[in-house]
Protein backbone atom coordinates (compact mmCIF):
# COMPACT_ATOMS: atom_id res chain seq x y z
CA UNK A 1 0.00 0.00 0.00
CA UNK A 2 2.81 2.49 0.74
CA UNK A 3 4.77 1.45 -2.29
CA UNK A 4 2.30 2.41 -4.58
CA UNK A 5 1.88 5.71 -2.87
CA UNK A 6 5.59 6.59 -3.00
CA UNK A 7 5.60 5.18 -7.02
CA UNK A 8 2.98 7.45 -7.75
CA UNK A 9 4.83 10.34 -6.12
CA UNK A 10 7.73 9.91 -7.84
CA UNK A 11 5.84 9.66 -11.25
CA UNK A 12 4.11 13.14 -10.21
CA UNK A 13 7.81 14.87 -9.50
CA UNK A 14 8.88 13.46 -13.12
CA UNK A 15 6.04 15.03 -15.06
CA UNK A 16 6.49 18.22 -13.19
CA UNK A 17 10.45 18.24 -13.47
CA UNK A 18 9.91 17.41 -17.56
CA UNK A 19 7.14 20.29 -17.21
CA UNK A 20 9.23 22.97 -15.92
CA UNK A 21 12.21 21.99 -17.99
CA UNK A 22 9.78 22.35 -21.47
CA UNK A 23 8.61 25.63 -19.68
CA UNK A 24 12.22 26.39 -18.76
CA UNK A 25 13.42 26.19 -22.47
CA UNK A 26 10.73 27.86 -24.11
CA UNK A 27 11.18 31.49 -22.17
CA UNK A 28 15.00 30.44 -22.90
CA UNK A 29 14.32 30.43 -26.62
CA UNK A 30 11.82 33.95 -26.30
CA UNK A 31 14.79 35.62 -24.13
CA UNK A 32 17.18 34.83 -26.60
CA UNK A 33 15.05 35.92 -29.67
CA UNK A 34 14.17 39.20 -27.68
CA UNK A 35 18.27 39.64 -27.26
CA UNK A 36 18.69 39.52 -30.43
CA UNK A 37 16.31 41.30 -31.61
CA UNK A 38 17.72 44.12 -29.75
CA UNK A 39 20.80 43.72 -29.71
CA UNK A 40 21.77 43.34 -26.07
CA UNK A 41 25.06 43.00 -25.01
CA UNK A 42 26.41 39.43 -23.68
CA UNK A 43 27.03 40.04 -20.29
CA UNK A 44 23.32 41.49 -20.33
CA UNK A 45 22.73 37.89 -21.45
CA UNK A 46 24.63 36.13 -18.98
CA UNK A 47 22.86 37.60 -15.89
CA UNK A 48 19.51 37.35 -17.78
CA UNK A 49 20.19 33.69 -17.42
CA UNK A 50 21.26 33.30 -14.25
CA UNK A 51 18.26 35.35 -13.09
CA UNK A 52 16.11 32.70 -14.87
CA UNK A 53 18.06 29.96 -13.80
CA UNK A 54 17.52 31.33 -9.74
CA UNK A 55 13.93 31.42 -10.45
CA UNK A 56 13.86 27.88 -12.07
CA UNK A 57 15.18 26.50 -8.69
CA UNK A 58 12.77 28.18 -7.15
CA UNK A 59 10.32 27.29 -8.78
CA UNK A 60 10.95 23.18 -8.90
CA UNK A 61 11.77 23.51 -4.86
CA UNK A 62 7.65 25.19 -4.48
CA UNK A 63 6.24 22.22 -6.75
CA UNK A 64 8.59 19.74 -4.67
CA UNK A 65 7.46 20.77 -1.88
CA UNK A 66 3.64 20.78 -2.88
CA UNK A 67 4.25 17.69 -4.37
CA UNK A 68 5.67 15.79 -1.57
CA UNK A 69 3.63 16.82 1.32
CA UNK A 70 2.70 20.61 1.69
CA UNK A 71 -0.94 21.76 2.88
CA UNK A 72 -3.08 24.00 0.51
CA UNK A 73 -3.10 26.51 3.58
CA UNK A 74 1.35 26.59 3.70
CA UNK A 75 0.64 26.89 -0.27
CA UNK A 76 -1.60 29.94 -0.13
CA UNK A 77 0.24 32.08 2.70
CA UNK A 78 3.16 31.30 0.61
CA UNK A 79 1.94 32.62 -2.46
CA UNK A 80 -0.06 35.48 -0.50
CA UNK A 81 4.31 36.10 1.08
CA UNK A 82 5.39 36.12 -2.59
CA UNK A 83 2.92 38.85 -4.05
CA UNK A 84 3.23 41.09 -0.59
CA UNK A 85 7.46 40.75 -1.40
CA UNK A 86 6.60 41.63 -4.84
CA UNK A 87 4.06 44.37 -4.10
CA UNK A 88 6.53 46.29 -1.94
CA UNK A 89 9.73 45.68 -4.64
CA UNK A 90 7.52 47.39 -6.72
CA UNK A 91 6.23 50.42 -4.47
CA UNK A 92 9.10 50.95 -2.29
CA UNK A 93 11.41 53.60 -3.52
CA UNK A 94 14.42 53.17 -1.74
CA UNK A 95 14.51 49.52 -1.01
CA UNK A 96 16.94 46.36 -1.79
CA UNK A 97 13.65 45.01 -3.85
CA UNK A 98 12.51 48.15 -5.88
CA UNK A 99 16.32 48.36 -7.05
CA UNK A 100 16.34 44.65 -8.52
CA UNK A 101 12.88 45.23 -9.89
CA UNK A 102 14.02 48.50 -11.45
CA UNK A 103 17.05 46.41 -12.81
CA UNK A 104 15.41 43.99 -14.74
CA UNK A 105 13.37 46.91 -16.29
CA UNK A 106 16.31 47.98 -17.55
CA UNK A 107 17.51 44.39 -18.79
CA UNK A 108 14.50 44.48 -20.48
CA UNK A 109 12.69 47.17 -21.76
CA UNK A 110 15.14 50.10 -21.53
CA UNK A 111 16.91 51.16 -24.62
CA UNK A 112 20.21 51.53 -22.80
CA UNK A 113 23.24 49.03 -23.15
CA UNK A 114 26.33 48.66 -21.91
CA UNK A 115 28.76 50.54 -23.86
CA UNK A 116 26.53 53.91 -24.81
CA UNK A 117 27.41 56.98 -24.28
CA UNK A 118 24.46 58.81 -22.13
CA UNK A 119 23.51 61.98 -20.84
CA UNK A 120 21.36 62.59 -17.66
CA UNK A 121 19.04 65.42 -17.94
CA UNK A 122 18.19 66.77 -14.14
CA UNK A 123 18.74 70.26 -13.47
CA UNK A 124 20.59 69.76 -10.08
CA UNK A 125 23.16 66.92 -10.83
CA UNK A 126 23.70 66.65 -14.47
CA UNK A 127 25.75 63.56 -15.68
CA UNK A 128 26.64 61.99 -18.84
CA UNK A 129 29.31 59.13 -19.37
CA UNK A 130 29.52 55.75 -20.65
CA UNK A 131 28.12 53.47 -19.25
CA UNK A 132 30.28 49.99 -18.00
CA UNK A 133 28.17 47.85 -16.68
CA UNK A 134 24.62 47.48 -15.07
CA UNK A 135 24.30 45.09 -12.08
CA UNK A 136 21.17 44.05 -10.55
CA UNK A 137 21.01 46.90 -7.96
CA UNK A 138 23.43 49.35 -9.76
CA UNK A 139 24.39 51.21 -12.96
CA UNK A 140 28.09 52.20 -13.44
CA UNK A 141 28.66 55.15 -15.29
CA UNK A 142 32.15 56.90 -16.28
CA UNK A 143 32.41 60.20 -16.74
CA UNK A 144 34.07 62.72 -18.69
CA UNK A 145 37.10 62.67 -15.80
CA UNK A 146 37.75 59.23 -16.01
CA UNK A 147 35.53 58.98 -12.67
CA UNK A 148 33.50 55.35 -12.59
CA UNK A 149 29.75 56.32 -10.49
CA UNK A 150 27.21 53.79 -9.61
CA UNK A 151 24.34 54.89 -9.98
CA UNK A 152 21.24 53.41 -7.96
CA UNK A 153 18.86 51.35 -11.19
CA UNK A 154 15.64 53.44 -9.25
CA UNK A 155 17.33 56.59 -9.73
CA UNK A 156 18.39 55.71 -13.32
CA UNK A 157 14.47 54.22 -14.36
CA UNK A 158 13.19 57.43 -12.64
CA UNK A 159 15.66 60.31 -14.35
CA UNK A 160 15.28 61.40 -17.90
CA UNK A 161 17.96 60.01 -19.85
CA UNK A 162 19.35 61.16 -23.25
CA UNK A 163 21.27 58.45 -25.24
CA UNK A 164 24.31 59.95 -27.26
CA UNK A 165 26.29 59.72 -29.92
CA UNK A 166 30.13 58.71 -29.18
CA UNK A 167 31.08 61.55 -31.52
CA UNK A 168 28.72 64.09 -29.24
CA UNK A 169 30.50 62.90 -26.12
CA UNK A 170 33.98 62.99 -27.00
CA UNK A 171 33.45 66.45 -28.65
CA UNK A 172 32.83 67.68 -25.25
CA UNK A 173 35.29 65.39 -23.80
CA UNK A 174 37.52 67.58 -26.23
CA UNK A 175 35.96 71.32 -25.34
CA UNK A 176 36.51 70.37 -21.64
CA UNK A 177 40.53 69.40 -22.23
CA UNK A 178 40.64 72.73 -24.45
CA UNK A 179 39.37 74.66 -21.57
CA UNK A 180 41.96 73.52 -18.90
CA UNK A 181 44.72 74.09 -21.51
CA UNK A 182 43.70 77.47 -21.72
CA UNK A 183 43.71 77.67 -17.79
CA UNK A 184 47.21 76.39 -17.58
CA UNK A 185 48.28 78.06 -20.32
CA UNK A 186 51.73 80.44 -19.50
CA UNK A 187 50.60 84.37 -19.78
CA UNK A 188 47.08 84.04 -18.15
CA UNK A 189 47.18 84.92 -15.00
CA UNK A 190 43.98 85.25 -12.87
CA UNK A 191 42.89 87.51 -10.39
CA UNK A 192 44.74 85.36 -7.40
CA UNK A 193 48.19 85.22 -8.79
Same mark, same amino acid.
Request: aromatic share 12%.
Given at each position: ??? %??? $??????????????????????????????????????? $?????????????????????????????????????? =????????? #???????? =?????????? %??????????????? %???? #????? =??????????????????????? #?????????? @???????????? #? @????? %?? =??????
Amino acid at each position: MIL %PEI $QFKLIETFVLLVILLLIRYVVSKLVIRRYKKANFDITRK $QITFKILNMLFFLLLGFSMVVVWGLSSSDVIAGIGSVI =TILGVAFFA #QWSLLCNI =TSGLILFFNH %PLKIGDYVEIVDKDF %PMSG #QVENI =TLFFLHLRNKDNHVYTLANTIVV #QKTMRIMKPE @EFFEEVKKMEEE #Q @EDKNA %PG =TETALD
